[in-house]
C-alpha cells in the first residue's frame, strides 16, 4: 500500500466514527422531540459534547496524516499514528458514556501524543528532505 492508501484506511475509518457519534446526538434529538440545543437532557448533553470532542480533533489528525503520505514519510509511521489514533478516539467516547473514566483519559492521552508526534515527524521530514 502506498502512503496515501495507508493514510486512506484511517481518513475512511475516523469519518465513520464521526458519523456514529453524530447518530447518536440525532438519535437523542428524536427520541427525546429536542431539535436545539440539549433540552435539558444530559444524556443530549454527553452526546452533543463527545461529538463536539472528536469535531475538534480528528480533522486536524486527518490533515496530518496525509500530509506524511504526500512527504512520502514510511508507510509503518502512517499506520502506528493512524491506529494509535484511531483506537484513542474509540476509547474517549466510551469512556465518556458507558465505560470507565480511565478508557476517556487513555483516550484523550493517545489522542494528544499521537498529535504531537505527529507534528514533530512532519517537521523532521521536511526540514531534512530539503
Known amino acids: 500500500m502506498s502512503g496515501l492508501e495507508v493514510a486512506s484506511v484511517y481518513v475512511a475509518a475516523n469519518i465513520l466514527i464521526l458519523v456514529w457519534l453524530a447518530f447518536r ?3 437523542h434529538r428524536f427520541r427525546g422531540r429536542i ?3 440539549d433540552g435539558g437532557s444530559e444524556d443530549l448533553a454527553v452526546a452533543i459534547r463527545v461529538h463536539g470532542n472528536a469535531s475538534e480533533y480528528i480533522p486536524a489528525m486527518l490533515v496530518g496524516l496525509l500530509a506524511l503520505a504526500f512527504l512520502d514519510v514510511p508507510t509503518w509511521i502512517i499506520h502506528a499514528l493512524g ?8 476509547m474517549h467516547p466510551v469512556g465518556m458514556t458507558t465505560g470507565p473514566i480511565q478508557l476517556r483519559q487513555v483516550g ?5 501524543l499521537c498529535m504531537v508526534i505527529l507534528s514533530l515527524v512532519l517537521l523532521y521530514f521536511v526540514f531534512t528532505q530539503a
Request: no cysteine.
Open 35 to 37: 431539535s436545539l440545543g
Open 108 to 112: 484523550v492521552l493517545l489522542t494528544w
Open 25 to 27: 446526538v440525532v438519535s
Open 83 to 90: 491506529a494509535t489514533f484511531t483506537v484513542g478516539r474509540l
